[in-house]
């Protein structure tokens, strides 16, 4: 089955610190990958995604993301935290041929003063 | 922002009853998405849209129904609601399709 995991419910950096949200995935095929952010009360909104090229994908709000195809991992990186950062993150995959996507159960992220 | 409304914001009511929940966008995207959104299971699709009148399942599409006879408007139906589809839906859009690219600020539904 096509699936991608955020093995971490929860993730506390304290601000200043770098930040890594995980993420891994077992997809046939050449998979899209994405990140998405939600803020309290809000929808979620798009960051960043890979498609194919550099693995070191660079996106909304200071945040990279690093395709790895040989661990298949999407690790979400940001170099210095800010406690706005505070917030439910999501991986999601596109698998290689469908038309769409699949949603991991999300990271929340506390950024400490 | 993208120009998506969800309404109503809020909704209570009783097992049994049906329940219409409206998603409303001003950018023209020609896809439209329902998910659902719980605790521990991430956001899960329920039913897309690809074009007026055209319409698809998701993953979870079983108890839930769609019609989008505009481009703008997809209505997401409960015809018999139940305790299990307590939970926050949220309508995305996407120009190209394949990914959500924005996504209306959910309806937190409750079913009692």
């Known amino acids: 089955a096509q699936s991608v995991a955020q093995p971490e419910d929860q993730v506390n950096v304290a601000e200043g610190n770098p930040l890594t949200v995980k993420c891994t995935y077992s997809?046939?095929?050449?998979?899209?990958l994405f990140w998405y952010v939600q803020y309290p009360n809000r929808g979620l909104q798009f960051l960043l995604k890979y498609i194919t090229g550099d693995n070191l994908v660079k996106g909304s709000y200071g945040f990279e993301a690093e395709f790895n195809k040989s661990q298949t991992s999407f690790h979400l990186k940001k170099p210095s935290a800010l406690v706005s950062d505070s917030a439910l993150y999501f991986c999601a995959v596109r698998p290689g041929g469908d038309d769409k996507i699949i949603f991991g159960k999300g990271t929340r992220l506390h950024i400490l003063p | 922002d993208a120009g998506i409304t969800q309404s109503p914001r809020h909704k209570v009511t009783e097992t049994g009853t049906p329940v219409t929940l409206r998603c409303h966008q001003t950018e023209n995207h020609r896809y439209m998405y329902w998910y659902r959104q719980d605790p521990g299971h991430g956001l899960r699709l329920i039913h897309y849209s690809y074009g007026v009148k055209d319409t698809d399942k998701g993953e979870v599409s079983d108890g839930y129904s769609v019609s989008r006879s505009k481009t703008e408007d997809f209505l997401l139906t409960l015809e018999s609601a139940t305790s299990s589809q307590t939970s926050v839906y949220f309508c995305a859009i996407s120009e190209t399709g394949g990914e959500p690219q924005h996504f209306g600020d959910g309806t937190r539904l409750s079913i009692l």
């Open positions: 997809v046939s095929g050449n998979p899209y």
